[in-house]
């Protein structure tokens, strides 16, 4: 599966984003996905997953501002990012899970957001 994120930019803090990863792949619609960040200097870290059926997971600095969707028809995730604060500037990412182990990455898609 080959995976393009998109929709990153410069916001103000309290505004709003949408990102996208759009899929490509026979089975795209079987697989979970998944949204990291990395800030400067920090590590990669999760922010959201949902499953091929849509169940949905996020972490706990997102919670309630964040919301992830799936479109299969349009073999496109969401990210919607409400109420954006400094600290959620990173750039994103989204990924598969691999059967074995690790994922199948995208490239990422800045998000800065101005105080």
């Known amino acids: 599966v080959q995976l393009q994120a998109s929709g990153g930019g410069l916001v103000q803090a309290g505004d709003s984003l949408r990102l996208s990863c759009a899929g490509s792949?026979?089975?795209?619609?079987?697989?979970?996905i998944h949204w990291f960040r990395q800030a400067p200097g920090k590590e990669r870290e999760f922010v959201a997953r949902?499953?091929?059926?849509?169940?949905?997971a996020y972490a706990d600095p997102v919670k309630g501002r964040f919301t992830i969707s799936r479109d299969n028809a349009r073999n496109t995730v969401y990210l919607q990012m409400n109420s954006l604060k400094p600290e959620d500037t990173a750039v994103y990412y989204c990924?598969?899970?691999?059967?074995?182990?690790?994922?199948?990455w995208g490239q990422g898609t800045q998000v800065t957001v101005s105080s």
């Open positions: 949902i499953s091929w059926s849509g169940s949905t």
């Open positions: 792949g026979r089975f795209f619609t079987t697989y979970a």
């Open positions: 990924a598969a899970p691999r059967s074995g182990a690790g994922y199948y």
